[in-house]
């Protein structure tokens, strides 16, 4: 892997796996689509790319178990970033897509990446039937989302999973007009939190069947983030209750961060949160690669009386990519328990 | 007492200013030679790793449609399957007059130590690199040839580019190629599955990586060349210092005398000494390292070319400082004066406190003493001679080179004296006699500088000849590796066929390049058949060969097999060849092959068809007056996609001008150690020449004209000139013949056959003899204008 052009492809990802890269890459705009506030989600379209804005992604997190209990997650991520507004067949496509897999487990993180561009084939998405992939990584389906096979390998781990959803999607935001921040920054928008999951994961030390749940997050934009945020954190919880919370805080150089969430019930209705509701405050650190990393935080949305605190399942569970950031499965302890997944960008070495 | 002795010993320095200049000037080019090599080398093995870069796509194996271009479908299809490839398109486009080749990459899928180095280095944005204009990659002059011309993309020089290509990401290549988004190969990158990709996509074609052992070893070898040279070199720059440290020792015993009997302790004025020759070193090394530095510098850009050009390894045309060299280089001076200077104070520290203060190197020395260290030389000689007997390897080949070298030079004083008492015996004029035994008297004083000058003459006799018998051996490989001007292979058999038909009318000849790949004698192994055509004969070098190999071959009677083949098999011309299951013939010849690793064996055309008739029929090298107009129209009006035309001729006159500019670093480093040597003579000549008027005084009150004498003195210098470099052609052949036939076996297992060259040697008799002319030169010049009176005087101080 070309270790210094996949940096330099995702400095054009303002995604968030990239939010030290973007200021002024972020704000700017010239010829991209703008989320639009009175956007309705159509489906199966809204599945598919969406060219015309900057950046897209296709990004699957599940917590899973083994058949000893042990505690696993996996990461699936199909980033799309254009450097022009539009597709076009052949070499002179102007779409980059980024593939980003991991695994992690109770003492091993494992990460890879793939990079191709769009007009080949060699990556990209499909509605009918459904279907994203770049090279052999792949997660392809009904045209509805509920049913879907996801697979990815590397050298030393790789998964191979099925997916049934139990619960319909869920738009993000206001019907699936997300902002990002208190200056309009904003995107869209909407998830399946309600993957019921079973295949096996591939480790050095051989195969292991599993099971558990899965969560799929769509976003699209093409400037996601204000100049003074450098960073986010983002929740994507699963309560025993069977309730769903998605949260996440954008921290800001020049203020308080902006904070954003929804609650998502047992049978999928949405309740969002705007800035301020949702509470995110650091416990404890976990120092990987020079920086600063909090892997335990006390997590608060009143609304809800949701008090709890998540904790890494594995505190090291650093995507050690051409652009590093943090991501793994947490466990959740307090007044509503349960399990999700924490990610975590921009924090830099000090 | 301490300072007191320092600024008397550093006060002769300050009268001997030219001996000053001659030590400094000695080490500081020795040391400028040494590091100047270590700096090449050093800078030429950083590169090699991007050497197999831009250049190297051939040691990926790769997968090819015989039928045409791969579609894009299926390079996606592949990925998605899992395969990790990386498509590539060429061709050659016309542009701003040039047929430029371009090379098109996928930057996002091409491994990284495949992509220029500007590429990596973070400074591009992805819009820059992959939206249109795009950008793309070629030599500086290249660059230069297409600036401003429109459609092209951003251009950036990168000098491990050969001329006229154009390397870029592949969306430009398809667009200066107009090639439809078709890949003409699919490179297969590490971790590829074996075997062919037919439930993914039938059809294609499974191609072996070219060798890259090649390049390596012939680079190790140029290298190995440099190092020997660098540090002859220096050898050679260590005998001045010796010569000049050992007289500045010798005309400060009085004053040593004179200090040890005003007090001053042995242990303080050994220190001093040490002290002195530290500075001394240190302050020379400093030079010698900048003007290496510069030297490098200079050199480097034709180093870098041969480089290229021979091997296809790239280097920077430009020199990075390192200092772990800089040290090195610091290092090698300061123990090279050191070891200069130890028997200078091993004199002093056994010195009587009284001894006499009268200089003795310019007395005669005994013939016991010169006997004593021709003893010395002729054990040298024999314990190098032994070493490759008693031991193996590179380490035993140096052992050889370096006791050929100090014993030879060890014996030329004896030499030199026993011709030169043999020219005395046969004088009969009275200045005759004296003209020899004066020049004979003279000899201890010049022995070092002499001695010098038989390493420098043999230095230059054993490279130059072993540079020579390599660029020969070089060109004769070039014209046996690329003896037709075009090379084309036909998608199939049918289009062959048809290709044949179609060149029969324009071309001088069509050979057909046919090989079976079979295991020879127990290895893996190529079988060719060749027609009938007098270019083998006149341009494939036999290294070893029966009456009429030829003859024998074509008559389906005898094979050809390559120097590997036959090494590793001790096989020799009459011996019998196995081509297969009872199938044998004898060796009609052996020839030199050395950019394959595998058993290669010839046959005619007819006897391989004969015994293999499903060879694949494709391949055909094309003689042609015309290479450039034939491959367009092999591409234009035949039809033929251009990856499957390779136009060699030209990159045969590129690769040999490249080679020739070798010449110009071996001629440059030959002057300057030739000018070193030159140097020692001209110093020990001016010493001398002060020192011999009381000599030259008796001669001139007998009637002797001051011209007379001056030109006696340059016939003398330019006698023993020429008698040191009759004594110096053996040992540089000696020399040659070392590198070539152990040195170069040792190292990388193959033997360079050896030519003579006459006419170098000539030529470095006149420069040898310029050398010591110009050496001679003034000293001479002050002998003719010395005022009568001095003369004169000389009687009247006489001691």
């Known amino acids: 892997m070309n270790g210094n052009l996949a940096a330099a492809c995702l400095l054009c990802l303002p995604t968030i796996a990239d939010a030290q890269g973007f200021a002024g890459l972020g704000s700017d705009a010239v010829g991209f689509a703008l989320p639009d506030p009175a956007h309705r989600l159509t489906f199966p379209e809204d599945h598919g790319a969406h060219p015309a804005f900057r950046i897209e992604w296709w990004y699957l997190t599940a917590n899973l178990t083994g058949p000893d209990g042990t505690d696993y997650g996996i990461q699936w991520t199909l980033f799309r970033s254009a450097l022009a507004p539009f597709e076009e067949a052949g070499w002179a496509s102007p779409q980059i897509w980024l593939g980003n897999a991991g695994l992690t487990t109770p003492t091993t993180h494992f990460a890879a990446e793939k990079l191709a561009r769009g007009g080949t084939g060699q990556a990209g998405v499909e509605t009918v039937p459904f279907a994203a992939w770049i090279d052999d990584w792949r997660m392809a389906g009904t045209e509805t989302l509920d049913r879907l096979t996801l697979s990815a390998s590397a050298e030393d781990f790789g998964y191979e999973l099925t997916l049934n959803a139990t619960g319909p999607l869920v738009p993000q935001g206001e019907d699936g007009y997300s902002v990002k921040s208190a200056g309009g920054q904003a995107s869209h928008y909407y998830s399946q939190p309600f993957y019921e999951i079973a295949g096996t994961i591939s480790l050095p030390e051989g195969d292991i069947p599993v099971t558990g749940q899965g969560w799929l997050d769509r976003e699209w934009s093409s400037q996601p983030l204000a100049d003074t945020q450098d960073g986010w954190d983002w929740i994507s919880l699963h309560f025993d209750s069977g309730a769903k919370l998605m949260g996440f805080r954008l921290r800001d150089r020049s203020g308080p961060p902006f904070t954003s969430a929804t609650w998502i019930s047992t049978d999928g209705t949405p309740t969002p949160y705007s800035d301020g509701e949702l509470t995110m405050r650091p416990l404890a650190t976990t120092d990987i690669a020079g920086a600063k990393i909090p892997t335990r935080w006390q997590i608060d949305l009143p609304a809800q009386a949701l008090s709890v605190e998540i904790d890494a399942i594995n505190p090291n569970a650093w995507m050690d990519l051409s652009f590093p950031y943090w991501e793994g499965p947490v466990r959740i302890t307090g007044n509503q328990p349960g399990r999700g997944y924490l990610e975590m960008t921009g924090y830099a070495a000090e | 007492m301490r300072r007191t002795a320092l600024a008397a010993l550093v006060s002769h320095w300050r009268r001997q200013k030219l001996q000053l200049f001659a030590l400094l000037a000695g080490l500081a080019l020795a040391t400028a030679l040494w590091s100047a090599v270590q700096a090449i080398n050093a800078e030429a093995r950083r590169s090699y790793a991007a050497a197999a870069g831009t250049l190297g796509l051939g040691s990926y194996e790769t997968l090819v449609d015989p039928a045409g271009p791969i579609p894009v479908e299926s390079f996606a299809a592949l990925r998605r399957a899992g395969w990790p490839v990386t498509p590539l398109v060429e061709g050659r ?563 040999l001008e490249v080679f020739d500019r070798t010449f110009t670093v071996t001629a440059a480093l030959n002057i300057l150690t030739l000018s070193v040597a030159g140097f020692a003579i001209l110093t020990a000549l001016l010493t001398l020449s002060s020192m011999r008027l009381p000599q030259l005084a008796p001669l001139w009150a007998l009637g002797l004209t001051r011209r007379r004498l001056a030109r006696l003195e340059i016939l003398r210098a330019l006698a023993l000139a020429a008698l040191t470099f009759a004594a110096a052609l053996p040992v540089g052949l000696a020399l040659a013949w070392c590198l070539l036939a152990v040195v170069n076996v040792e190292a990388f297992g193959w033997r360079l056959p050896m030519t003579l060259f006459p006419d170098q040697w000539l030529r470095l008799l006149l420069l040898a003899l310029l050398a010591a002319l110009v050496a001679a030169a003034l000293p001479v010049r002050r002998l003719a204008r010395t005022e009568p009176s001095q003369f004169l005087k000389v009687f009247a101080d006489e001691r």
């Not at chain 2, 200092?323 to 300061?334: D, N, R």
């Not at chain 2, 595998?598 to 008739?613: F, N, R, S, Y």
């Open chain 2, 93 to 655: 486009a016309e542009i701003a007059g040039r047929r430029i080749q371009v090379i098109g990459l996928e930057f996002l899928s091409a491994p990284r130590r495949n992509l220029p180095d500007t590429l990596a280095a973070d400074t591009l944005s992805p819009a820059e690199i992959f939206l249109p204009p795009g950008i793309g990659f070629a030599a500086p002059a290249t660059l230069r040839a297409l600036a401003g011309q429109p459609g092209l993309p951003r251009l950036f020089a990168d000098p491990a580019l050969p001329p006229d290509r154009l390397f870029t990401d592949i969306a430009v290549a398809d667009r200066l190629l107009e090639a439809g988004s078709g890949i003409d190969r699919l490179l297969l990158l590490p971790g590829a599955p074996d075997g062919l990709p037919d439930a993914v996509v039938p059809g294609l074609r499974r191609q072996p990586a070219e060798s890259q052992g090649d390049l390596t070893r012939l680079t190790a070898s140029f290298h190995l060349n440099l190092t020997a040279f660098g540090f002859l070199s220096f050898a050679v720059g260590l005998f001045i210092v010796h010569g000049t440290i050992g007289l500045a020792f010798e005309q400060r015993r009085g004053m040593f005398r004179s200090l040890r009997a005003l007090g001053l302790p042995l242990r303080t004025l050994l220190a001093l000494l040490l002290a002195e020759i530290l500075a001394l070193a240190t302050i020379a090394g400093g030079l010698g390292i900048a003007l290496g530095y510069l030297i490098a510098g200079a050199l480097l850009p034709d180093v870098a070319a041969t480089l290229r050009g021979l091997y296809g390894a790239s280097l920077p045309g430009t020199l990075a400082f390192d200092p772990a060299w800089a040290a090195s280089g610091l290092g090698i001076a300061l123990a090279g004066s050191l070891v200069a200077a130890a028997h200078g104070l091993d004199t002093v520290r056994r010195m009587p406190l009284l001894a006499s203060a009268r200089p003795r190197a310019w007395a005669i020395v005994s013939g016991r003493q010169l006997r004593r260290q021709a003893a010395a030389g002729g054990a040298l000689l024999a314990a190098g001679a032994l070493a490759p007997i008693l031991a193996d390897g590179l380490l035993a080949g140096f052992a050889l080179l370096g006791g050929l070298l100090l014993g030879a030079a060890l014996l030329l004083p004896l030499l030199l004296s026993a011709v030169l008492a043999l020219g005395a015996a046969h004088a009969r004029r009275p200045l005759a006699q004296w003209f020899w035994a004066d020049t004979r008297q003279q000899l201890p004083g010049l022995s070092l500088a002499l001695m010098a000058l038989l390493l420098a003459l043999a230095t230059n006799i054993g490279v130059s000849t072993m540079v020579s018998s390599f660029r020969q051996t070089f060109v004769g490989w070039l014209d046996q590796r690329l003896v037709s001007e075009l090379y084309v292979t036909a998608p199939s058999e049918a289009e062959a066929e048809r290709l044949r038909a179609w060149l029969a009318p324009r071309a001088e000849a069509v050979l057909p390049i046919w090989k079976v790949d079979l295991p020879l004698m127990g290895a893996p192994g190529e079988l060719y058949g060749i027609v009938d055509n007098p270019v083998y004969r006149e341009h494939w070098p036999l290294l070893a060969a029966t009456d009429a190999p030829w003859e024998a071959l074509y008559a389906g009677r005898a094979a050809l097999v390559n120097e590997q083949l036959a090494r590793r098999n001790g096989l020799h011309p009459g011996d019998p060849v196995s081509l297969g299951a009872g199938w044998q013939l004898p060796v009609a010849a052996i020839y030199s092959d050395y950019g394959n690793p595998a058993g290669q064996a010839i046959v005619a055309l007819p006897t391989l068809l004969e015994h293999h008739p499903e060879v694949p029929k494709l391949r055909h090298g094309i003689l042609t007056d015309d290479p450039q107009a034939l491959s367009r129209a092999l591409t234009e009006e035949f039809g033929l996609p251009p990856a499957n035309v390779t136009e060699n001729g030209r990159l045969k006159a590129v690769s």
